[in-house]
């Protein structure tokens, strides 16, 4: 009989109740700001986080997490009975965390003979950041409960990565300029005339798909996007900073236009707000057309 675990990193931006409750194996990165060093969602909340970056001009720090500690994790569910393990990981374009996720199955097969026979190690590359696969996990969970194998989980959760998007307004482009990761913040020159970007997150990339200008406009040009590419009748989630207002007035503007609440509404964690700032609203959607015309501005 098949025994199946879920291992992930702190990036999927669920919440520690819902981690627990849901079984998953999440491994949580290290941040170090103000001097002080801790782990993302276990030794610091999201909110916790908000308020250090408040205080300070600088960019929080996180490492990627290590082959030896995929290996360690690997041995530990091995040991534990698991027959497959699906490991989850941060869009390799922004970290190294994917790949050491697959060293790390390489060097725990290579040290413990025989395992290959009795365990299947399935690495997958989610292409983006915060609850884009922090969300199909969880569902994921919730069909490996009804009795889903672990190839019809990776199909499942490989059919998301493929077809969803989020799509963000960051209030500025401090964060994600002193970060370096986030390329459309780089390529934006609008600021200085009072713009904002519309920022897609998809595919492993991201691109700058439309620009903003004032504040009042956010919440209709960003509903305005979203619409345009969504599939109709499919689930959305809300993605935003320390202040929700925003998300909120979205959220209201979604359900004139669809007719649906959001299915998550969720902070971003330390690790994303450290590259693109605590002060964002974004929706995350499953695309109508991956080939709709995106054209860089």
Not at 76 to 105: A, H, P, R
Not at 219 to 231: A, D, G, I, N, S
């Amino acid at each position: 009989m098949s025994k199946i675990m879920i291992l992930t990193d702190s990036c999927c931006d669920l919440p520690k109740e819902k981690i627990d409750e849901l079984g998953i194996k999440v491994l949580p990165f290290t941040m170090t700001l103000g001097g002080e060093s801790f782990r993302e969602i276990f030794d610091r909340s999201t909110y916790e986080v908000y308020e250090m970056m408040s205080k300070t001009d600088e960019i929080p720090k996180h490492s990627q997490l290590s082959p030896i500690t995929f290996e360690e994790t690997y041995k530990e569910l091995f040991d534990q009975g698991y027959t497959d393990i699906i490991s989850v990981s941060i869009n390799s374009q922004g970290s190294g965390t994917y790949n050491n996720s697959i060293i790390g199955k390489n060097d725990f097969f290579e040290n413990n003979p025989g395992a290959a026979e009795k365990i299947r190690i399935f690495n997958l590359d989610s292409k983006c950041y915060t609850i884009f696969y922090g969300y199909p996990i969880m569902e994921s969970v919730k069909r490996i409960r009804k009795g889903a194998s672990a190839d019809e989980i990776v199909a499942y959760l490989e059919e998301w990565f493929n077809v969803s998007a989020i799509y963000a307004v960051p209030y500025n482009l401090k964060y994600a300029r002193k970060s370096g990761r986030i390329s459309a913040a780089k390529a934006f020159a609008g600021e200085l005339l009072g713009l904002k970007p519309i920022i897609e997150f998809a595919d492993g990339g991201t691109t700058t798909v439309d620009k903003i200008r004032g504040e009042k406009n956010i919440v209709p040009k960003l509903v305005e996007c979203v619409e345009k590419r969504m599939t109709p009748q499919t689930p959305y989630l809300i993605v935003h900073g320390r202040d929700d207002t925003l998300a909120k007035e979205v959220e209201k503007e979604m359900i004139k236009r669809v007719g649906r609440k959001a299915e998550m509404y969720s902070p971003i964690g330390a690790a994303v707000a450290a590259n693109i700032g605590p002060d964002i609203v974004a929706v995350l959607i499953r695309r109508k057309n991956k080939a709709v015309e995106n054209t860089p501005l």
